[in-house]
């Protein structure tokens, strides 16, 4: 199976990563993640991302906040599919994360999920893997039951609780 990539601007995206390795450990999913910023590190994030293919890698996760450019620079140099988490944070608590990781020039394609969503990356990259994965793919659809009866539980406990 393809490894996930996770790359994130700091250390202190830590929290927001690890909802994303909860999902990857559940799924039984492979990852390496490492610390890269696109303005302090930008060499080491360059080549992560030039051999990411050649390393194994089937999609790559950045998380970064603030004037986060990380996402699109990985982008920049790597033809897997990435996908961008803006992490909150900062004097705009992640709207410029967010617009930062969305707005991607035409050509270079980041897939953005909420801000601070690692959950929903995770879940997007795994879904990519699962084109190929059958495997994968019945975890997936088996997740969707399982989510769906917890729904359908809330709803039938709600009226007693009124
Ligand atoms: C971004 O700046 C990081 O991704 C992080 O979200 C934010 C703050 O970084 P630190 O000052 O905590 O290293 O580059």
Do not use: W, Y
Not at 68 to 79: K, M, P, S
Not at 83 to 104: F, N, R, W, Y
Not at 122 to 146: G, H, M, N, T
Request: aromatic letters at 4%; hydrophobic letters at 50%.
């Amino acid at each position: 199976m393809k490894k996930i990539g996770i790359v994130m601007g700091s250390d202190s995206d830590l929290p927001v990563v690890k909802k994303a390795t909860d999902v990857l450990k559940e799924f039984g999913v492979p990852f390496e993640a490492h610390v890269f910023s696109a303005h302090r590190t930008p060499e080491q994030a360059r080549d992560f991302a030039l051999r990411a293919r050649e390393n194994g890698f089937g999609a790559i996760i950045a998380a970064a906040g603030m004037a986060a450019h990380l996402a699109g620079a990985v982008a920049a140099n790597t033809t897997l599919p990435v996908i961008g988490i803006p992490c909150k944070g900062g004097a705009m608590d992640g709207i410029d994360a967010l617009l930062s990781t969305v707005q991607m020039p035409s050509g270079i394609p980041v897939a953005t999920v909420a801000l601070n969503g690692g959950a929903n990356a995770a879940l997007l990259a795994i879904q990519i893997l699962a084109v190929e994965d059958a495997s994968l793919a019945e975890k997936l659809a088996a997740k969707r039951q399982a989510d769906a009866a917890a729904v359908l539980a809330k709803d039938e406990g709600v009226t007693a609780r009124l």
